[in-house]
């Protein structure tokens, strides 16, 4: 049984920094995707950035410049370094992860990031 469980979020200024960390467990082997969709209250969810097994990244073009992922592979744990914030940025903030690319999403349970102007 796979799980993946978000740390760091929290409370920052504009122009903050936040970094997020999601743990995975359970799966047995490395996933072939993992990354971050942010929710904010009333909006559809986000896709925000990902990572493939191959370290390919990808980010949305609003935390282009800004946010960086980086995965360990060995531990399974992948981290979202957020800079710049902006109050746009405020959101839950989701892990997922994806045993192949055409698999299904597993997700954490979230960790809310807020952004005071």
């Known amino acids: 049984q796979v799980q993946l469980v978000e740390s760091g979020g929290g409370l920052v200024q504009t122009g903050g920094s936040l970094r997020l960390s999601c743990a995975a467990s359970g799966s047995g082997s490395s996933f072939a995707v993992m990354g971050w969709y942010r929710q904010a209250p009333g909006n559809q969810r986000e896709w925000v950035a990902k990572?493939?097994?191959?370290?390919?990244?990808t980010y949305a073009d609003s935390v282009k410049g800004r946010f960086t992922l980086s995965r360990d592979n060995a531990k399974n744990t992948l981290d979202l370094q957020m800079n710049s914030l902006k109050p746009d940025d405020t959101a839950v903030y989701y892990c997922?992860?994806?045993?192949?690319?055409?698999?299904?999403?597993?997700w954490g349970q979230g960790t809310q990031v807020t952004v005071s102007s």
């Open positions: 990572i493939t097994r191959d370290s390919t990244i």
């Open positions: 997922y992860a994806k045993m192949s690319p055409f698999s299904r999403n597993y």
